[in-house]
Each structure stands twice: as structure tokens, then as C-alpha cells.
């Protein structure tokens, strides 16, 4: 029955949580198609057996106690058995194991931030190594979002003002989508982060330099890379319409008016500074909304973004 | 009582009388000033049928949205975003204030349940005309928010968004509260009507247990829907004055909202499901003619699941940050909910075992009610569960699995009601074929839109999402498709009825066979229901005197 | 209407009972101040509350009728209450047995923009006052 | 939202010919419409309950929230006049009660009479309450972003703008009932001189009692909830 389970649920299982999830669901299932066929059964075979016949006289049955016991008991049991059982279940994504690696998360319209203990953070990308549990708190900056892995069948609301947590322990290698599943206006569809689970080889790598993946590409792609992965293209469009916030075609080397009545010109410096304060420098006409990216981004990214928007003329 | 049933046919056993009270007085003012609860009652339907028109435009533009992952129709993206928030914002608060909470109680029932008891009028006949017009105003303030800079917080009104979003946020919440206290007006007056209007000789375990669904809803409306107006009233305070109580900016606990939300909200969803229950009660012994099976038990488990709604709301907000401890007792008690519904499954059923059953159109709905409840309420042990409901929660299963309760349930009750009671309401046959057909479209439809969301949430699909990933495209276009079909089928319900207002022929008084007191009166009645009043003489389905020799 | 006015058959019996009924609340709502100013800890809010209690018994039972009316009307009556006390309990419970996880690496209080989706003003004071600890 | 339902149901059009002019055409007996109209009032008052309740919540959790800030912020209330209302409103419902079994007792003018001396302790309530909401505004207390009090124990701490919203979302809620009680005692007074009311019919001044009741019993729980928590 794996081809039905790989039907109705994600076909990867990256957590062995996952996998305890899909057993119930599919008990669940089970149990459900034999009382769904165990109705629908009858009530056909009475709508066929005894359909309409002129003079057909019908018994005068008002009740049957011990019937209606039974079929009261039966399903009240069945119950208790299934909440126990999803109680156990639960626990596991709401009581931590002895020891794990604790990230911290912080969602705010539309993306997410990572940060480890150590302070290495990362936007949109969450590296954890394999069979460790993982344990996430988080907390969101302005509306409710929530921390959706389909992989990890786990999820949870991000709440402002406040830290929510769980726990999950990947145990497979690979790369997954994680996505914001309570509704956050408009970018909400667009709020989602890749979870990669590293071997502890590539995991410890990564924490030291994020990645290597910069070296494969033109500073160009890449800085198409970071505008689509980092939640740029939430509010800059780069086809010259206007978005939240200014679009990025062709403004390179032009002059842009502030905020506060002057000009500058587009260059590395400002872009630069757009990034790390970008409050610093507030276009006339925009809202000072967006958020910094100070320690967010690594250098070859900021490279590679600036290489970006000098492309787009 | 033992009259020859002659169903189907024009000849009724008596003769129809002059004046009844469609044409008793005439004009326009005559209906708009009306206290007859059955002018109110079809005044209603009209409303609420104009609200349901509306509300699945909406959701025929939210599937049309979804059609492929470019948004593109005829090769030109044609939907925003920020379009599309404001589209399944504007259909489920549409379809949920204004048409499937007043559906049934307000317009079918407000015709019906005085007439079961063989009363003249519902108890306070003028505030039924006040939440008539309260219903209105509501809705005209709900179209003014559309148009005047729509709402895009999807109808939970989940804080801080909703206390900090642009749009005519606050008009809807005040829409909200005026149909809140719309529908506690019914609520009220079914349950005064029901304690002190009964016929004579009537006791409580006489009533036809329509008149027990409905009472158990107006129980839901009393209690539940004051704290739905206060909360609105609070979000409304809250983004005017920021008073710290919704909002975390300044203080406020955004999970309490939704405590406070789904305590009316999870209630009225059984102010939905109890009385599309209540019209299976009445259709399924009708039509199988012979007396419901387990009278109390399906009583009882009406005023159960009432009485549950108010303890089970936490199970909205398993994941949404409630502790651990409620969260593990909502979802014991979540469960307890599996029984009185399963008690009223089983009974409808054993009801139809060795009857005389007939596939007329309201029969077919009751068949296809028990289809789509079943689905429905089976898929709810999922979510009781509480494990399977972390990674299934905000998923498309959870809307497949609210679609299958609402649409599955209420709205294909409402319809087998609506076609049950229709040569009562307008003395007319619809179009027995066209019914069937209709019948057909809209159970194939509704199973090809929503069963596939099944599929699409347990593999993670998110709700409320514009841009999906590729992989769902083929499940997306196939429920649209179903869409189109499912629409299709109400407009052809809609249009063989309103042709039978014309063409129909004339309907006897009791064209089904029916036992319970509404059916003694004309078709249509006259002003006060009955020539006479009737009493009491017989339990509500007995069909032991009769035998039905022709359909 | 026999049945509900058994009592006025003797108005002066009647008046009498809702004046002590009146002294009695009086003395309760004295009470209640008094011990307002003598510190019970958090007895304190208990005995106010359950001073109003007896005192909104009292008002119910003798001036709203309910002791001889119709007892369908005392179910209504109870009923309200009892779904008011369902609301309040599982709030509590909730917010009463809600751990307040904190990350490692604890940063000032979250910087509280205002969401992008919106051109609502900031709020006013005491912005950050949510991560306070319970 | 009281007035309408308030209404709706007292004041019945004559259908009965030959009956008492207040005896509606569905109902079989006068009785069984006072005893339908008593059950939609007792519903009616539910609905006021559940409505006050959600406010009620919402102080509670929030006063669980910030304690501290509570205690400290209900110091700017006047005792006096927290307890002053207290005992006029306590005073008014026996006066209402008084009129409800004069009215019963086919006593018009004695019913007229206590029912302005219901509106009368009222307007006393009202003047009161409007004495203390202007003493607060003068000092800045005011509900949420508005709220401009200095001196403040903790300072900066949002509990004070919230404990004044709810003191005046709340107590706002409830003096609008009072005002809405004050207008119907008026009306039923001005029927009751007219002798509209005997012991065949007295519905209206019946339920206009209840409802004056439930708005005692609503203050019988914010006063010490707003005035004596320590």
C-alpha cells in the first residue's frame, strides 16, 4: 500500500515523526474507508431491496436499545483509543529529546530568518545535519505566520510577542521546501524556505563558510539567486513596475530621489548601505519598511546582488 | 388522517381555498411590512439565496485563480494576489454570515417549524421582521465594504493582521455584528416558539425532530453568537484606539482572539450542520414511509451536540500556539463529538431498512447528504487526532473536510429541504427530471472540487495560497473543473424552480406522503396556517394507517 | 395568570420581603467594601467575587423572581452563566498552563516593525511591552 | 441592540375583537403569551450575559496579564463613588420591583410613581459616572493610544492603557444600558399613569424590571472587579 501513503501524503518521510504521522494517518484512513463502506454498503443495498413497491407495508420499528448501545459504544471506544494514540504522537513534536540543536526563528513579511546559537544566520535557507534533533523556537515580527515542513509532517504558528517551539530529527539527506501555512497577506503563498539536511561533513562546512555554491554561478545569476531565495522579489520587481518597494530595472547609475528632498546616485556604496540600513536612505514616494539585512547576507552574496542590478538596464 | 395519498398528483383531496397567503393582500408594501413567518420565510430564502449567488462567484473566481500556477487565461495573467486574498476573504464571509448560518433556520424553517407545531405564527412575529431587517443591513454593510476598498484578512479575522491591514476591515466587522444579532433574533424566537406554541396535545417527544434540530441551533444562536458580536466589537475598538488586547504590538495576545473567535465560531458550525440534520430527519422517513427509527436518540444527540459545540473550539488552535494541556483536553473532547453523530448516521439508515423507498429529488439530496456527511465527518477524526492534525491543519484537507460538512451537509440538506417544502412554499411541482439531473450535477460536481483537496492537503498544499508549486497543477484544474460543474448544477436548480412558479402544476397538500402537521394545511397555506387548529393526534412519522398505493 | 400572582394576594407580605431583600444587599455591599481594606492576599478577590456572587444569587432569585417562576426560566437563567463559566475556564486553562519557551541566544526584544501590508501608524507606548515575562 | 427586542415584544397589536386589547392573535391565552414573552426576555438576558461575559474575559486575562499594573491603576478610581452608584443602583432595583408589583396589583399611579423614581436613581448613576469619566479625562486617563496619565509606577508599561479601555469599554457598556433602562421606566411610566397596566396585563413593566435587574446584577460584579482589587 506505499503507492496509496505516496498518493495522499508527501512522498518523502524526513523524520522518523514522519513517518510515525503517516502510520497513523493511514490507520485512520483505513479505519474510515471500512466505516465509510460499512454505511454507504447498507444504505444502497436498502435503497435497492426496498424501493418503492405500490402496497408494500412497512414495520412500525420505533427502537432497538440494545442496537443503539452498541453502535454508541463501539465508536466511543474506537475514540479513546485514536486520542490516546494521537496524544503519543504529539509529544514527540512537543516535548524535546535530552539534547538538540536549537535554532532560532524569526518570520517576518514574507521571510524567514534563521539564526544558530553560534549567530551564523541565514535568510530562507535552514541547514541542519541529519539524525540530530533539531529544536526550533520562533518568533515573528509582525503578523502570524507558521513554520510548515510537509516533509517533517510538522508544523506550528509563529506568533509575535511571543516564542512557540517544537522538535523534529531529520534522518534523511536531501533538500526540502518548508512554507508559511497561516495566512499573512499578500506574499504569503511566496513565504518559503528550503530546508536542507547536510551529512555532518557538509553541515559543518556550511556553518563555516554558507556553502560553496556561490562559486558555480556568474556574480549576475547569483544575484538573481539571492533576489528570489533572500524575499527581495516580495518588494522590488525588476521590470521596471513598482512593488512595495522601488523596482531595480534600470536605476543603476541613475539619480533617485529621497525622502527627505535629495538625490543620489545609484552605485555599489548606496546599494550597499540599502541592505545594511535601509532606513538610512528612503526613496521618496516608498515607506520605510523594509528590514535590514545586516549580518544576513554574506559578501559574496551582496556581491553578487549589486552585480544583479547593474545587470538590469 | 387517513386520507388516500395521491402523490404526484394535481388532484388534491380537497379543494384549494380562494385565499391563501400569497395573494391574501398584495403589493409591495404588504411583503415588506409583513409579520407572517412564512412571507418572512420566503423573503429570506430570496436574500439568502442572493447571498449564496454571490458568495460562489467568488468561489468560482478563487478556482478560476488556481486553474494553472501562472494565473494565466487565455495566456494573460488576469488575478493579483492581493485580488485573490480578497476573493476567498469575501466568499467565506459572504457564504458564512450570510447565507449558510441564516440558510436553513431563517427561511426554511421561519416557514416550516410554526406549522409543525401547528401554530399560527412564530412567537414575536415583529422581531422576526426586525432580523429580517437586520439581515439586510448587514449585508448591504458587507457589499459597501467590498466596494469601498475590499477586505483581505479571510473571514477569521485572525489578529494582528486584521488590526493592521488596510481595507474596510472595520465595515465588515460591523456587518458581522449586525447579522449576529440577526440570527440570535431567530435563534430566540425559535426556541420561545417552540416551549409555549405547541398544538395542542403536542409534548416535547412529539414534536417532529425538524422542530428538535432547529430548537438545539437556536440554543447554539443564544449562546454562542453575544461573543462573536463582542469580539467584533473589541477588534473594531482594537484598531481605532489599540487597546492591547488583540494586537502583540501593544500588549495584546493575538491567540486570544481566536479563543474568542471560535468560541461562536466552532458553534456555529453546528448552527450549520443541525438543522441540514434536521431536514434529513424529516425527508428520510418520508420517503422510505415508515417512522424514523430511534426518535429520541436523534433528539437527544440534536441537544448533544448543541451542548458539545461550546467545550470542542480549542481544536481550531492545536497548533496555533495553545498549551499543551488544552490542547490535549480539546481534542478529548473533540472526539466526543464522533458519537452523536455517528448515533443519527446509524439510525437514518436503519430507518430506510425494510421501508418503501422512492427516489424523488429530496430523496436523492438525503441520499446524497449521508454520502458526503460521512466523508465528511470522518475525515473530522483526523483533525480530533492530535498528532495527524499538525501536519494536516491549514492544508487543503482541512478545507476539503469543511466543504464536506458545510456544502456536502447543509447546503445539500438545504436543497433536499428546499425541495421537499416547495409545493408547500409556492404550491407548485418543480420539474421532477430536471431535478434529478440537477440532483446528479451537483453531487458529481461537489465530489470532483473537493474530493480532490483531500489529495492535494496531505501532501502539504497550504490554504489560502496563490502560487502553488508546480506539482499540484493537475489537482488544481481538476477541481476547478468540478467547480464548473458543481455551478452548473445549482444554476439549473435554480432555473427549473423559478420556472415552476410559472409552469409548475398545481401541488396537492401533502405531495410526498408526508406525516407531520405541515403538511394538513393547503398548499400554499392560507394567512394563519391552518383553517382549523389542528391537534395533536398521532405520533410525528406514523405511517402504520398507510399505505401508499401510488407515487 | 393565577399562577404567577400567588403572591400578591398579600402586597404589604410581599413589599416587606423585597425591602429586607434590599437591606440584606446593602449590608453585603458593605461588607464587601470593608474588607477591601484589610489585605487577604489574594483572598482578597476571591471574597469580592464571591460576595457578588450571593448578592447577584439574591437579586435573581427574589426581585428577578426566579425562586417562584416558571423553572424553565431559571434554566435559561443558569444556562447563561454556565456557558459564560465554560468560556472563561478554557481560557484560563489555556493561558494558565502556556509555557513561555525562550531562545539561547535572547536578543533585545524583537524590533516591532509595522507589517509591511500595512500604513497603520506605529503603535504608541510601550511597544515592545509583550516580551515581557508572565 | 436592548431596545428593539426590548420592545418588539411588549406593546402587542390588537387582533383579539373581543379579548383584551393586548392579546395577540397566535397566542391561545393571555397567559401563555406572558409566559412566551417572559422566555424571550429570560433568552434576551442570556444574550446580554454572553456579551458583558466576553468583556468580562478579556479584563480578566489581561488583568492576569498585568497584575502589578492593575492594582496600581484602579488607585485613580474614586472608592466613594464606585460604592455611592453601588447602593443607588441596588436602591433602584427595589423601587423597579416595587413597581412591577404595584403595576400587578392593578396600582397604576403607585406603579408611575416608582417607576420614575427608578429613572430618577438612574439619572443619579449617570451623573456620577459622568462626574468621575470627566475627573479621569482631566488626568489623561484615557482609553489606549490615547491615554496620556504621567506618574505611573511602572513606567512605559502598556496595563494602564489597558486597564482604562476595559474600564471604559465596560462600564461605557453598561451605562449605555442604563441610559436604554432610563428610557423604556420613562415610556412604561407615562403608560402606567394612563392605567394601561392591571394585574391582565403588567408584561412590559415586567420585563423592563428584569432587564433593569440584570443591569444591577452586571454592576454588582464590575464594582468590585474595577473599584476594590488589591
Known amino acids: 500500500m506505499e503507492w496509496l501513503r505516496r498518493l495522499l501524503l508527501p512522498v518523502d518521510q524526513g523524520s522518523e515523526f514522519a513517518k510515525h504521522i503517516d502510520n497513523m494517518y493511514m490507520a485512520i484512513f483505513w479505519l474510515s474507508v471500512i466505516m465509510f463502506f460499512g454505511l454507504m454498503v447498507p444504505m444502497c443495498y436498502f435503497a435497492w431491496r426496498y424501493r418503492f413497491k405500490p402496497g408494500r407495508v412497512t414495520p412500525h420499528q420505533t427502537h432497538n436499545t440494545v442496537m443503539e448501545i452498541v453502535w454508541t459504544v463501539i465508536p466511543l471506544l474506537l475514540c479513546v483509543g485514536l486520542f490516546f494514540w494521537g496524544i503519543i504522537g504529539y509529544m514527540q513534536f512537543a516535548v524535546g529529546p535530552g539534547e538538540s540543536m536549537e535554532i532560532q526563528i524569526t518570520a517576518k513579511q514574507w521571510l524567514w530568518q534563521f539564526e544558530f546559537p553560534d549567530g551564523t544566520r541565514a535568510v530562507n535557507e535552514l541547514h541542519i545535519p541529519v539524525n540530530k534533533p533539531v529544536h526550533l523556537v520562533m518568533t515573528s515580527e509582525d503578523v502570524l505566520h507558521d513554520f510548515f515542513i510537509p516533509d517533517m509532517r510538522v508544523k506550528r504558528d509563529v506568533i509575535p510577542g511571543r516564542y512557540t517551539e517544537y522538535w523534529f530529527t531529520p534522518t534523511t539527506v536531501g533538500e526540502h521546501v518548508s512554507t508559511c501555512a497561516e495566512y499573512c497577506g499578500k506574499g504569503h503563498s511566496d513565504m518559503k524556505a528550503k530546508v536542507f539536511v547536510d551529512t555532518p561533513a557538509d553541515f559543518a562546512k556550511w556553518m563555516e563558510t554558507g556553502g560553496d555554491e556561490w562559486m558555480h554561478h556568474t556574480p549576475e545569476e547569483w544575484g538573481r539567486i539571492q533576489y528570489e531565495q533572500k524575499g527581495c522579489q516580495s518588494c522590488h520587481n525588476v521590470d521596471g513596475t513598482r512593488s512595495k518597494g522601488p523596482t531595480w530595472k534600470g536605476i543603476w547609475g541613475k539619480p533617485v530621489k529621497l525622502n527627505n528632498g535629495t538625490t543620489v546616485i545609484v552605485d555599489e556604496a548606496y546599494v550597499r548601505e540599502s541592505m545594511m540600513q535601509p532606513g538610512a536612505k528612503v526613496v521618496d514616494g516608498f515607506e520605510n519598511i523594509m528590514p535590514t539585512f545586516q549580518g544576513l547576507l554574506r559578501e559574496n552574496e551582496i556581491r553578487g546582488l549589486v552585480a544583479y542590478i547593474k545587470s538590469l538596464q | ?551 | 395568570m393565577s399562577t404567577h400572582t400567588e403572591h400578591a394576594d398579600n402586597p404589604k407580605a410581599e413589599a416587606a420581603k423585597y425591602l429586607a431583600t434590599l437591606v440584606v444587599l446593602l449590608i453585603l455591599t458593605a461588607i464587601t467594601v470593608g474588607a477591601s481594606y484589610i489585605n487577604f492576599g489574594s483572598g482578597n478577590i476571591v471574597i469580592a467575587l464571591a460576595i457578588a456572587t450571593v448578592k447577584a444569587i439574591i437579586v435573581g432569585l427574589i426581585f428577578m423572581h426566579l425562586l417562584h417562576d416558571k423553572p424553565v426560566n431559571a434554566v435559561i437563567a443558569v444556562g447563561g452563566f454556565v456557558f459564560l463559566g465554560i468560556f472563561l475556564m478554557f481560557d484560563f486553562i489555556d493561558v494558565g498552563s502556556r509555557t513561555n519557551p525562550q531562545p539561547i541566544n535572547l536578543h533585545a526584544p524583537p524590533a516591532a516593525t509595522a507589517p509591511a501590508a500595512a500604513g497603520a501608524p506605529a503603535a504608541g507606548a510601550g511597544a515592545a511591552a509583550d516580551t515581557k515575562k508572565e | ?230
Open chain 2, 1 to 551: 388522517m387517513e386520507h388516500t395519498l395521491t402523490s404526484g398528483n394535481v388532484t388534491a383531496d380537497r379543494p384549494r381555498p380562494a385565499k391563501n397567503y400569497l395573494n391574501e393582500t398584495t403589493g409591495l408594501w404588504s411583503w415588506m411590512s409583513t409579520v407572517d413567518h412564512k412571507r418572512i420565510g420566503i423573503m429570506y430564502l430570496g436574500a439568502v439565496s442572493f447571498a449564496f449567488l454571490l458568495g460562489g462567484i467568488f468561489a468560482l473566481l478563487v478556482r478560476l485563480s488556481l486553474l494553472n500556477p501562472q494565473h494565466t487565461l487565455f495566456g494573460k495573467q488576469w488575478v493579483t494576489a492581493e485580488m485573490y486574498n480578497r476573493f476567498f476573504t469575501l466568499h467565506g464571509a459572504i457564504m458564512v454570515f450570510l447565507f449558510i448560518i441564516p440558510s436553513i433556520p431563517a427561511s426554511l424553517a421561519n416557514f416550516v417549524l410554526p406549522m409543525m407545531l401547528g401554530a399560527k405564527d412564530v412567537a414575536f412575529p415583529r422581531l422576526n421582521l426586525t432580523s429580517f431587517y437586520l439581515w439586510v443591513a448587514g449585508a448591504a454593510l458587507a457589499i459597501g465594504s467590498m466596494v469601498l476598498g475590499a477586505v483581505d484578512t479571510g473571514w477569521t479575522f485572525y489578529t494582528p493582521y486584521s488590526t493592521t491591514t488596510d481595507g474596510a476591515v472595520g465595515l465588515m466587522t460591523l456587518a458581522v455584528f449586525i447579522l449576529g444579532f440577526s440570527s440570535i433574533f431567530t435563534g430566540l424566537n425559535f426556541i420561545a416558539t417552540t416551549h409555549k406554541l405547541r398544538a395542542p396535545g403536542m409534548g416535547w417527544f412529539d414534536m417532529p425532530l425538524f422542530v428538535w434540530g432547529i430548537y438545539a441551533t437556536g440554543v447554539i444562536q443564544i449562546l454562542a453568537t453575544p461573543v462573536l458580536a463582542i469580539t467584533m466589537v473589541l477588534l473594531l475598538i482594537e484598531r481605532v484606539f489599540q487597546i492591547g488586547i488583540f494586537d502583540s504590538r501593544i500588549g495584546g495576545d493575538p491567540v486570544l482572539f481566536q479563543h474568542f473567535f471560535w468560541f461562536y465560531s466552532h458553534p456555529a458550525v453546528y448552527i450549520m450542520i443541525l438543522p441540514g440534520m434536521a431536514i434529513i430527519s424529516e425527508i428520510i422517513p418520508t420517503f422510505s414511509r415508515k417512522t424514523i427509527f430511534g426518535y429520541r436518540a436523534i433528539a437527544y444527540s440534536s441537544v448533544s451536540l448543541a451542548l458539545l459545540s461550546f467545550i470542542v473550539w480549542g481544536h481550531h488552535l492545536f497548533v496555533a500556539g495553545e498549551s499543551d494541556l488544552a490542547n490535549v483536553i480539546f481534542s478529548a473532547l473533540t472526539f466526543l463529538v464522533a458519537i452523536p453523530s455517528g448515533v443519527k448516521m446509524f439510525n437514518w439508515l436503519t430507518t430506510m431498512y425494510k421501508g418503501n423507498i422512492s427516489f424523488e429529488t429530496p430523496m436523492l439530496y438525503a441520499m446524497a447528504f449521508l454520502f458526503l456527511f460521512a466523508i465528511g465527518g470522518l475525515t473530522g477524526i483526523f483533525f480530533a487526532t492530535l498528532a495527524v492534525d499538525i501536519h494536516l491543519t491549514d492544508t487543503y484537507f482541512v478545507v476539503a473536510h469543511f466543504h464536506y460538512v458545510m456544502m456536502g451537509g447543509t447546503v445539500i440538506a438545504f436543497l433536499g429541504g428546499l425541495h421537499y417544502w416547495w409545493p408547500k412554499m409556492t404550491g407548485r411541482m418543480y420539474s421532477e427530471k430536471w431535478g434529478r439531473v440537477a440532483c446528479a450535477l451537483v453531487f458529481i460536481g461537489f465530489n470532483m472540487t473537493f474530493g480532490s483537496q483531500f489529495i492535494m492537503g496531505g501532501q502539504g498544499m497550504p490554504r489560502r495560497y496563490f502560487n502553488y508549486l508546480d506539482q499540484f497543477q493537475p489537482i488544481h484544474a481538476f477541481s476547478t473543473y468540478g467547480s464548473w460543474v458543481l455551478g452548473s448544477g445549482l444554476f439549473l436548480t435554480a432555473i427549473y424552480l423559478l420556472a415552476s412558479l410559472k409552469t409548475g402544476p398545481l401541488a396537492p397538500d401533502s405531495p410526498w406522503g408526508g406525516t407531520t402537521m405541515e403538511w394538513e394545511s393547503s398548499s400554499p397555506p392560507v394567512v394563519h396556517n391552518f383553517e382549523e387548529q389542528p391537534v395533536f393526534e398521532h405520533e410525528p412519522y406514523d405511517y402504520r394507517h398507510r399505505t401508499v398505493t401510488h407515487v
Open chain 4, 1 to 230: 441592540m436592548s431596545t428593539t427586542t426590548v420592545d418588539l415584544h411588549q406593546d402587542p397589536h390588537g387582533h383579539g375583537g373581543e379579548h383584551d386589547p393586548h392579546h395577540q392573535h397566535h397566542f391561545t391565552t393571555m397567559e401563555q403569551q406572558f409566559d412566551t414573552s417572559k422566555i424571550g426576555m429570560w433568552l434576551f438576558l442570556v444574550t446580554e450575559v454572553l456579551t458583558f461575559g466576553g468583556l468580562f474575559a478579556g479584563f480578566g486575562l489581561m488583568q492576569n496579564k498585568y497584575p502589578q499594573e492593575f492594582v496600581a491603576a484602579h488607585e485613580e478610581l474614586k472608592r466613594w463613588a464606585g460604592s455611592t452608584n453601588t447602593v443607588v443602583l441596588l436602591i433602584s432595583s427595589f423601587t423597579a420591583v416595587m413597581a412591577v408589583l404595584s403595576a400587578r396589583t392593578n396600582q397604576g399611579k403607585k406603579c408611575a410613581k416608582y417607576l420614575w423614581i427608578t429613572v430618577g436613581f438612574g439619572a443619579i448613576f449617570m451623573c456620577i459616572k459622568a462626574y468621575e469619566y470627566s475627573a479621569d479625562f482631566a488626568e489623561g486617563l484615557f482609553p489606549g493610544k490615547f491615554y496620556s496619565h504621567h506618574g505611573d509606577l511602572i513606567a512605559g508599561s502598556h496595563g494602564y492603557a489597558t486597564f482604562f479601555s476595559f474600564y471604559f469599554m465596560m462600564t461605557g457598556l453598561h451605562g449605555l444600558h442604563v441610559l436604554i433602562g432610563m428610557g423604556l421606566m420613562s415610556w412604561l411610566a407615562i403608560r402606567a399613569s394612563r392605567g394601561e397596566f392591571s394585574d391582565k396585563y403588567y408584561t412590559p413593566v415586567d420585563l423592563v424590571a428584569l432587564f433593569w435587574h440584570l443591569v444591577d446584577m452586571i454592576w454588582i460584579y464590575l464594582f468590585p472587579l474595577y473599584y476594590l482589587i488589591t
